[in-house]
């Protein structure tokens, strides 16, 4: 039986989606679905790879109708730095010249592209020169990420009108004979003053952007940060909202105690003078923050727990100087050492935190899962919450098998899940934090998670189950996702070669 063209057009959807060799598979059947298939085809995300035979394809492909093809496409990821290192090609300099200069054609007719990544970019647009022009002439980039910068990535910014919404910049593409990676974005910065969001890999404020200052930004994202300093973030970005900070964890790692506290009595003293009236929303590893030391008020913090001996100092230290309203944390129990699940243990100190999410991922299964669930009493004993969510995980792991064979371990934590009543374990958590309005629990053997509204009577609270659509339109009005641009990019995670 015969499919009516319009069933076939209505799949191509689900294709593009799916699997987007099969949508072009399809395609190729007769001309009339070549020809309607062209739009789901160039939906996602466009890659040039940096293989020639690839380029060229695509190039012949989009030429066939330039104007319209070009139209669809919105999203395109440049990666061509090893373009003229394949050895097939490499007395082939017109060839390829010719397929640069077909590509830039291609570009240049995106008219409705929005986001944009190259990487290599100063290698990339070294390679021709009508690229530059060519990503010049559109009107409406609104995410654009470099790997790399140099002259012609300046001058590409310079010569841009694009209506940037947010940037991504990493030097870990930078051709560095030393060897170091690290620059400073305010020197790209310059060229889109008003933009709002930035995220950075290989962060080094150098002496190139002093006096650079930024007012519009309101959201800095930084992977491998090394010196990590308050003082050019005060300066260049004033108006700062967001932060989120990942540093180069082996750098710090290689710090000695000394070392470390200088950084953050560093910091602290340059916040004397200058600070963040507040921050809406600070995210990182947890030595990390510690080091930056934000003295001002954080309205929702979010930072994991590792399993070291310094983590409960560190962590403590940072719940000081932040004073959040809403809190987000992780603890990871990696081994069966029991000492790590006293990280727990309520500070001397008011935290005035009233939205709490906690999560405790597990990869053993301890002698006694009470010992888990008395220190989280413990610890939500010190606050005054009028919301909770706590998630319970466990994941078992090879080095976790040596302390419990997988089967033991498995059936002690069936067993104490198996008799965990979920309503039961809600009104204990309550009862120990009595001003809860809400609670939610995430526990292995339930799908989904288990909202409930917690009523204050004469007898007690009372636990009122809430329905899935209920219990998450709750937990966004009570802990709101913080929405990024940056989150439209893939943040690739990148080692210098």
């Not at 008011?350 to 939205?355: D, F, K």
């Not at 629990?441 to 659509?469: F, H, I, N």
């Amino acid at each position: 039986m015969a499919i009516n063209y319009d069933i076939l057009v209505y799949i191509m959807t689900f294709l593009r989606i799916v699997k987007r060799g099969s949508l072009f598979a399809l395609m190729k059947t007769c001309r009339i679905l070549y020809t309607a298939g062209a739009p789901y085809l160039l939906a996602g995300q466009v890659n040039f790879d940096g293989k020639p035979d690839q380029m060229e394809s695509f190039n012949c492909f989009m030429h066939q109708n330039l104007a319209l093809r070009g139209s669809f496409i919105r999203r395109i990821h440049l990666n061509v730095p090893d373009l003229w290192e394949d050895n097939i090609y490499e007395d082939s300099y017109d060839y390829q010249t010719d397929i640069l200069q077909r590509s830039s054609e291609v570009l240049k007719h995106c008219s409705r592209l929005q986001h944009l990544e190259i990487l290599g970019s100063e290698d990339w647009l070294s390679m021709g020169r009508r690229l530059g022009p060519a990503l010049a002439s559109l009107v409406d980039v609104e995410y654009v990420m470099f790997g790399g910068k140099g002259d012609r990535t300046d001058g590409l910014l310079r010569i841009t009108n694009w209506p940037l919404k947010a940037m991504c910049i990493s030097f870990a593409y930078d051709d560095a004979s030393d060897g170091d990676y690290k620059g400073d974005p305010r020197t790209l910065l310059r060229h889109v003053y008003d933009l709002k969001e930035v995220h950075v890999e290989w962060l080094d404020f150098g002496p190139e952007g002093e006096g650079e200052t930024f007012p519009h930004l309101e959201t800095f994202s930084v992977e491998f940060w090394g010196d990590i300093g308050m003082r050019p973030l005060l300066e260049s970005f004033p108006k700062l909202r967001n932060l989120r900070i990942y540093a180069a964890v082996s750098e710090l790692q290689a710090m000695d105690e000394i070392r470390l506290v200088a950084i953050r009595h560093r910091n602290i003293q340059a916040q004397v003078s200058h600070r963040w009236s507040h921050l809406d929303y600070v995210e990182g590893e947890l030595v990390a923050v510690y080091l930056l030391a934000p003295q001002c008020h954080i309205a929702h913090l979010n930072i994991p727990l590792p399993s070291d001996d310094d983590a409960q100092r560190y962590w403590f230290a940072v719940i000081g100087d932040a004073r959040p309203i809403r809190l987000t944390f992780y603890v990871s129990f990696k081994n069966y050492q029991p000492i790590i699940l006293q990280k727990l243990t309520p500070p001397s100190f008011p935290i005035p935190t009233t939205h709490l999410d906690l999560t405790l991922s597990m990869s053993f299964s301890p002698a006694s899962m009470e010992d888990v669930e008395t220190n989280i009493l413990d610890f939500l004993g010190s606050l005054s919450l009028t919301f909770l969510q706590v998630t319970l995980e466990w994941t078992p792991t090879p080095d976790s098998m040596r302390y419990f064979p997988r089967d033991i371990a498995e059936d002690r934590f069936a067993e104490y899940f198996d008799k965990l009543e979920p309503a039961a374990f809600a009104s204990r958590l309550v009862r120990y934090t009595r001003t809860l309005q809400y609670i939610i629990l995430g526990l292995p053997r339930c799908k989904d998670l288990l909202y409930w509204r917690v009523e204050q009577g004469g007898s007690g609270p009372t636990l009122v189950p809430m329905s899935k659509a209920e219990g998450q339109l709750m937990r966004e009005r009570q802990m709101p996702k913080q929405k990024s641009e940056l989150d439209r990019f893939d943040i690739f995670d990148v080692q210098p070669n």
